[in-house]
């Protein structure tokens, strides 16, 4: 059950925010974040559980809503460096620490 | 801390041929994945290991695809033959469970850029 994300792209100046969802059809247990640059590895941000605090990195921060079942992550104020493909990554219990990952959103910052 | 370690970074085969990645992963980490990620995709798992053990391997393809995890530590990824669909990034990641089983962090490899010609 792969999740969905939007948008599929975005564009920014740099300093200006944006928000990226991820949603599942299935009940979520865990949601992660990743960000991918061009031609590399992915790199953690943050998990978010259900029932837990929103959590933070840097000037990124994310949100678990167990109604809709459906994270976000807000990128405040963001940088040049922020530029890359971002992954949710969903957990749906179970006993192993299986993800299913979504198909990414672009985020592109310009100067 | 050395991180996840994967050869070779490239290759280049034809189509039937056959092909084998080696992933070593953070000391001590116990869970190890193999991803697939074709271009402007995300990551798909293949196959997830506990120690030697395989967890997961629901989406690997059973009649080409092939892994192996030694004494709980390195583990190689084998197509047999190769298909021209398979050409995507071979991803390995390790996680081990710090806070609880949910909170695993991966940790991904550099990855392996496999075209099949």
């Known amino acids: 059950q792969q999740p969905v994300q939007s948008p599929q792209a975005v564009i920014l100046r740099e300093g200006e925010d944006a928000v990226i969802n991820c949603s599942s059809s299935?009940?979520?247990?865990?949601v992660h974040w990743y960000r991918q640059k061009h031609g590399e590895a992915p790199v953690f941000l943050m998990i978010?559980?259900?029932?837990?605090e929103q959590m933070r990195h840097e000037k990124i921060s994310a949100s678990f809503n167990e109604k809709k079942q459906q994270s976000s992550l807000y990128l405040t104020a963001s940088q040049l460096s922020y530029s890359g493909t971002y992954f949710c990554?969903?957990?749906?219990?179970?006993?192993?620490?299986?993800?299913?990952f979504g198909k990414g959103t672009l985020l592109t910052v310009n100067p | 801390e050395a991180g996840v370690a994967q050869s070779p970074r490239y290759k280049i085969i034809e189509k039937r041929q056959s092909v084998a990645f080696w992933c070593n992963p953070i000391?001590?980490?116990?869970?190890l994945y193999w991803y697939q990620q074709i271009l402007g995709q995300g990551p798909k798992l293949l196959i997830q290991?506990?120690?030697?053990?395989?967890?997961?391997d629901s989406q690997l393809p059973k009649d080409r695809f092939s892994a192996e995890r030694l004494k709980g530590v390195d583990s190689t990824l084998k197509i047999q033959p190769a298909k021209l669909e398979d050409s995507a990034v071979y991803l390995c990641?390790?996680?081990?469970?710090?806070?609880?089983?949910?909170?695993?962090?991966?940790?991904f490899g550099p990855g392996t850029r496999l075209t099949v010609l």
């Open positions: 990554g969903t957990g749906y219990g179970g006993s192993n620490y299986k993800l299913t």
């Open positions: 290991f506990q120690n030697n053990g395989v967890v997961d």
């Open positions: 978010l559980l259900k029932g837990g």
């Open positions: 990641a390790s996680g081990s469970p710090s806070g609880g089983r949910l909170k695993v962090e991966q940790f």
């Open positions: 000391s001590g980490h116990a869970t």
């Open positions: 299935k009940a979520l247990y865990s």
